[in-house]
């Protein structure tokens, strides 16, 4: 089946004082970021990856210590120094392509539970 159409802007919730980008129906998650990523540094500077940053999961906070500006320093180098991985890709590049559809696992999404594994 066709992929869903890119949505304008998710609802968000506050979640740990926070403002959090929510989603009825994961399959959105992929477009929203991307197109996030793509205009990383609009409304403000790397707002694209405060964008990540709040959608990942423990693991990645986990690596990163809860450092959002490690956080930052990583994918800025990872983009400059390989073009081809995903932050060079998403940041930098002009277009992507979705290679499947969105697999969630622990749908609905509103648990925080749910995963998204998918191909961009």
């Known amino acids: 089946p066709p992929p869903p159409k890119k949505p304008a802007r998710p609802d968000s919730i506050v979640r740990n004082g926070k403002e959090t980008p929510q989603f009825e129906d994961p399959s959105y998650v992929p477009y929203f970021l991307m197109e996030a990523m793509r205009l990383n540094n609009f ?10 940053w709040d959608l990942s999961g423990d693991t990645t906070k986990f690596v990163f210590m809860n ?3 490690d956080f930052v320093e990583s994918a800025h180098e990872t983009a400059d120094a390989f073009p081809t991985s995903f932050y060079g890709m998403a ?29 961009v």
Not at 43 to 52: K, Q
Not at 91 to 116: F, L
């Open 43 to 52: 409304p403000d500077v790397d707002s694209g990856l405060r964008a990540a």
């Open 67 to 69: 450092n959002f500006t």
């Open 91 to 119: 940041m930098h590049g002009e277009e992507y392509e979705m290679e499947t559809g969105v697999n969630a696992i622990g749908y609905p999404i509103q648990d925080d539970r749910c995963w998204i594994a998918t191909q």
